[in-house]
């Protein structure tokens, strides 16, 4: 059942998304928001967690356009993993996870690496600024820290990359390179 909402003098009609729209979302999407979600919470348990939770409150109700349901989607998986996992900016990272061999690892499997042994706030802000393209401002007001915390460690996730990606010998290789320090700001400029 969808609602109706007639908006201002022109009387155009707005549809709210129904449960069923937002249970086609996460079917349709399923594999982009749990990716969302794993990359966030970098644990498969607490992914699901937040899935099955986003979906959840999906179903609930939410008084959002059908036009929204897509992003409101994405919003309410990033809002659950912020309760799940309550990133701060300070909050050591998680013990790096035993790598499997790097043969044959592309740029993108060595940044997600490095993307999971990351510190929690730091990856969050990655994630959310950089990867689903929330402004700062957002990213501030959802992880309940200031737009500065933000910047910081946006530059520092971004350099954690640079580095994970530049030091893959792999990846060295296959560019016909030898090993370098990265390029960019030192991590004494981020802290």
């Known amino acids: ?42 644990d498969t348990d607490k992914a699901e967690q937040c899935f099955v939770a986003g979906l959840d409150e999906c179903m609930a109700g939410n008084p959002v356009f059908k036009e929204w349901t897509r992003s409101w989607s994405k919003r309410v998986v990033i809002k659950n993993a912020i309760r799940l996992i309550s990133p701060r900016p300070g909050m050591p990272a998680s013990p790096p996870l035993a790598r499997a061999a790097e043969s044959g690892e592309s740029q993108a499997q060595v940044a997600l690496a490095a993307l999971t042994h990351m510190k929690p706030f730091d990856r969050f802000v990655f994630v959310m600024s950089v990867l689903e393209g929330y402004p700062a401002r957002d990213c501030a007001t959802l992880l309940g820290c ?14 954690e990359i640079q580095r994970a990606t530049e030091l893959s010998p792999v990846l060295q290789a296959a560019d016909g390179r030898e090993s370098r320090a990265p390029l960019g700001l030192n991590d004494a400029e981020v802290a």
Request: hydrophobic share 45%; proline share 2%; charged share 20%.
């Open 1 to 42: 059942m969808l609602s109706h909402r007639t908006d201002g003098p022109l009387g155009r009609v707005s549809e709210y998304a129904s449960a069923k729209d937002f249970c086609g979302i996460f079917h349709q999407d399923m594999d982009v928001l749990y990716w969302l979600a794993l990359t966030l919470t970098a």
């Open 146 to 159: 200031s737009a500065t915390d933000v910047a910081k460690a946006r530059v520092r996730a971004l350099l």
